[in-house]
C-alpha cells in the first residue's frame, strides 16, 4: 500500500465518491420529476396503456427486440474490453515503457500500473452485470406483452411500465461505468487529470440528464398527451 503515491489514493477516493453519489443522487427511489429517466417512464407507461388497446402486439415486441439488441452489443463489448485487460496484465511491462514515453505522463510503477487495471477490471465487470441483468429484465418485459389483457387495464400497464424503466435504469448505470471508465484512463497519465476528468464526467452526465435539450422537447412531448 505504501508503494502507491498519496495523489493516487485521493485520486481513486474522489472517483469512487463522485460516482457513487451520483448514482444515489440520480437513480433515487423516486426520480425527480424534471429528469429523464421520470420523463421517459411516463412515456413508457402511455406506450404500455396504447399496447394494451392493440390487437397485434408485434410493433411493440419489435421495439423490445431492438432495445435488447442494443444492450446485447454492450454485454458482449464489455466482455471483450475486459479480455483486453486481462491480455495486458500479461504485458505490464511494456505498457509502463510505452506510458512513460507519453507527453506529462507520471511516472508508473508495477504496483500503480496493476492497481489500475484492477480498477478499471472492476468497473467494466460492473457494467457486465449491469447489463446481463438489463437484459433479463427486458425479458421479463416481453413476457408481460406477451401475457397482457386486451382492453384498457392501468394497473397491468403501470407495473409493465415499471418492469421496463427499472431495465433502463440498469442499461443506465452499465452505460455511466462506460463515462467512468474513460476517466479512470486518464489516471494512467497524471492522478490530476484523472481527478479532473472524473469531474467532467460527472457535470456532463448531470447536464444531459438534468437540463439537455432533448429533455426539454421530451417533456413538452409529455405535456401535450
Known sequence: ???????????LFWFVIVW?????YADRREPRTQSLRAVMHRH??????QMLLRDNRVTDINILRNLIGGVSFFASTTLLILAGIVSVLGSTNRAIELVRDLPFAARTTQVQWELKLLVLAVIFVYAFFKFTWTLRQFNYCAIL?????????????????????????????????????????????????????TTVVVVVLYAREYGSHVLKTLGAVTSLK
Open 145 to 197: 406483452i406477451g401475457a397482457a389483457p386486451h382492453g384498457a387495464d392501468d394497473g397491468y400497464a403501470r407495473r409493465t411500465a415499471e418492469v421496463a424503466t427499472h431495465a433502463s435504469k440498469d442499461f443506465n448505470q452499465g452505460l455511466r461505468a462506460y463515462y467512468f471508465s474513460l476517466a479512470a484512463l486518464s489516471w494512467f497519465v497524471s492522478p490530476w487529470i484523472f481527478i479532473v476528468a
Open 44 to 49: 413508457r407507461y402511455t406506450w404500455m396503456q
Open 20 to 24: 457513487v453519489g451520483y448514482t444515489l
Open 1 to 11: 500500500m505504501f508503494q502507491i503515491p498519496v495523489s493516487d489514493m485521493l485520486g
